[in-house]
């Protein structure tokens, strides 16, 4: 799936490559965001502080069309060369992050938001802001549809990344209705894969670690409280196919397949091999009870939906996780 080249004037022109700049770009989704763009022949241009990014995770990119620059989004951002297309996928995201960086997280949300868009305005560029399921909060509607407007407690743990993906969410449309800034949000839901850092603290990646250190895998409650998980490369899918699109209010994006926290650890309990059993915590602050998107609007807008089956997924992303921990072990 391609978007349209641009060209110059003159019929034997050739089509100028598209330029793309990714925040965020050096972290899990926003790498894996790097190397389609590169794939789809475009110029992309990645930004990251590495708060919480690695350059590792771009550190197979070698390609005179890929640029890095070390940057802090919640700075003024000043790119003088054009650029057609930013995904602003900058922000710390991992449920460990919303109590040892809050502050950042607040400030990428607003202030990051509000460069990204300010670059978009100054370049006549379409911007992507990289929202969340979390704007759902602890849902009391389910499957959540876009139309819901969420249960967030906007002043728990959880409530710094929510409310900072909500606030984004209003100036990013703020930008659209006012200065006219062609825009897009996607709401991902609960995604894995490789490159997801290792201490992530997210469900899959958790699970997966304590297998590979022969842990207990940690479950809050009973467990019986529901996800749905999407494979990093249907996320990306969609992510294009949003932004190739016209529509400028937010997409679901994420599996509508539901499955019990304890039926994801017991599957990466059967596809590691590990005998390592089950520990059962107290469920933490706000803890949804379910989650699940309804992806009709990307069905029918978009013609998307996700391919990669969990147990797929995670046995991939299981591979990449035992790869990295022989290596870790080695050194």
């Known amino acids: 799936m391609r978007s349209p080249l641009e060209c110059s004037t003159g019929v034997s022109a050739v089509p100028r490559k598209r330029r793309a700049l990714i925040t965020g770009g050096a972290g899990f989704v926003g790498s894996h965001l790097c190397d389609r763009l590169l794939a789809e022949e475009y110029k992309v241009v990645c930004m990251d502080n590495l708060q919480t990014g690695v350059l590792d995770n771009i550190s197979h990119i070698h390609d005179l069309d890929f640029e890095y620059i070390d940057h802090d989004v919640t700075l003024h951002i000043n790119l003088p060369d054009k650029l057609d297309e930013i995904y602003h996928f ?15 997280i607040l400030k990428v949300g607003a202030l990051g938001t509000h460069n990204a868009l300010g670059l978009a305005k100054a ?78 603290g997210r469900m899959v990646p958790n699970f997966i670690q304590q297998t590979l250190a022969g842990e207990p895998l940690t479950i809050y409650g009973e467990g019986t409280q529901t996800r749905s998980v999407q494979y990093v490369d249907d996320l990306i899918e969609g992510v294009l196919r949003l932004m190739y699109s016209l529509e400028a209010y937010p997409v679901n994006i994420g599996h509508p397949r539901e499955l019990s926290v304890r039926e994801i650890a017991e599957m990466v309990l059967e596809i590691s091999g590990s005998k390592s059993g089950i520990s059962y915590n107290p469920l933490p602050q706000d803890d949804p009870k379910q989650r699940c998107p309804d992806i009709t609007r990307a069905r029918e807008l978009l013609a998307w939906e996700p391919r990669v089956p969990a147990e797929v997924g995670i046995r991939r992303t299981f591979e990449w996780f035992a790869g990295r921990h022989k290596r870790i072990e080695a050194s």
């Open 123 to 200: 370049h006549n560029a379409r911007l992507m802001l990289a929202s969340t399921s979390e704007v759902y909060g602890d849902p009391l509607e389910h499957p959540q549809q876009e139309s819901y407007w969420g249960n967030v407690n906007s002043i728990g743990i959880r409530g710094v990344y929510d409310e900072a993906k909500r606030y984004a969410e209003a100036m990013t449309m703020a930008y659209h209705r006012y200065h006219g800034i062609d825009t897009r949000i996607v709401r991902i839901f609960n995604t894995y894969g490789p490159r997801t850092r290792l201490d992530d």
């Open 90 to 104: 900058a922000s710390p995201a991992s449920p460990v992050d919303f109590k040892r960086i809050p502050i950042a």
